[in-house]
């Protein structure tokens, strides 16, 4: 807990309590030992320094010789590597099934395209999916036909309720689609597949000030390239984020494994459209 023991003296286990679980783990617990059964179960505690740490706790009640409940003892076992293997895991597996559903439906979408459909409805079918699974309440992107182009085509901006994501989609906002006015802060980062920006109140850029104050401070590019005709085309997805998600190890290894499998099903579809047509 990395308090010492003068500083945990006199105090019961409020002291260390995450908030992680529901009140009623503690009624449980307090029942159980109360009726002088042992109690075991895994805690979430907050350290004193803020960080958290699990432990395999065990409860025990010592009996006087009437049977009265003299004290209680408690066992704890450090667990806190354990259960980040077993988070990581369920996070992987998570992910991994998120993963498979989005590529189905971007694929289905792009299954659709012919040489007189427009490219961008793959491309707001997978804004829309991954917004979801981000918990992005605005999200849009920049699209260029060549890397080398200090031209993006914006897409309108695309709010998501959380809270009804039936109707997820709708165009509440507009960006300013002046050519050059994101498109360098966007091509600043196609060196990397995945970029985060934090603290966007301190942003240069007003818009995105205005967006930190209303739905998050934290901001995750996505770029996506795939060759198209002699050149290879630019995609960045940019999500405002209400939370820091750059530390989810298996979330970002999805999204960058998305990447590839969405260029290559792009490029793939528009290859076999220009052989068609020839």
């Known amino acids: 807990s990395k308090y010492n023991s003068e500083e945990l003296y006199g105090h019961d286990h409020r002291i260390v309590n995450s908030g992680h679980h529901p ?3 503690f009624k449980e617990m307090w029942e159980t030992i109360k009726a002088k059964r042992i109690w ?7 350290a004193k320094d803020g960080s958290f740490y699990w432990v395999q706790a065990a409860i ?25 293997k077993e988070e990581e895991q369920t996070a992987l597996f998570h992910y991994t099934l ?24 793959p491309l707001k079918v997978l804004l829309k999916e991954l917004a979801l699974i981000l918990k992005s309440k605005v999200s849009y992107y920049y699209f260029s ?31 300013p689609t002046h050519p050059n006015a994101y498109a360098l802060s966007a ?27 209303v739905f998050g401070g934290y901001c995750l590019n996505m770029k996506i390239t795939w060759k198209s005709s002699d050149e290879n085309a630019l995609l960045i ?3 405002i984020l209400a939370n820091d998600v750059s530390y989810d190890l298996a979330l970002n290894n999805m ?24």
Do not use: C, W
């Open 98 to 121: 998120a993963k498979a559903a989005v590529v189905t439906k971007v694929l289905a979408s792009i299954d659709k395209l012919n040489s007189s459909t427009d490219l961008h409805i």
């Open 237 to 239: 997805f940019e999500f």
């Open 23 to 25: 009140k009623i783990v």
């Open 187 to 213: 091509l600043s980062h196609q060196s990397t597949k995945l970029f985060f920006s934090r603290d966007l109140k301190e942003s240069h850029d007003p818009l995105k000030k205005v967006l930190a104050q």
């Open 145 to 175: 036909e060549s890397v080398e182009s200090k031209e993006l085509k914006v897409s309108e901006f695309y709010y998501v309720s959380m809270e009804n994501h039936e109707q997820a989609e709708g165009t509440k906002y507009n960006i």
């Open 40 to 46: 075991q179960g895994e805690v979430k505690n907050k």
């Open 60 to 84: 025990v009640p010592s009996l006087n010789r009437d049977g009265s409940i003299r004290k209680y003892t408690s066992i704890r076992m450090n667990i806190t590597d354990k259960k980040a």
């Open 255 to 278: 999204l960058i494994e998305l990447t590839d499998i969405v260029g290559a099903l792009i490029e793939k579809q528009l290859l076999q459209l220009k052989i068609v047509e020839e």
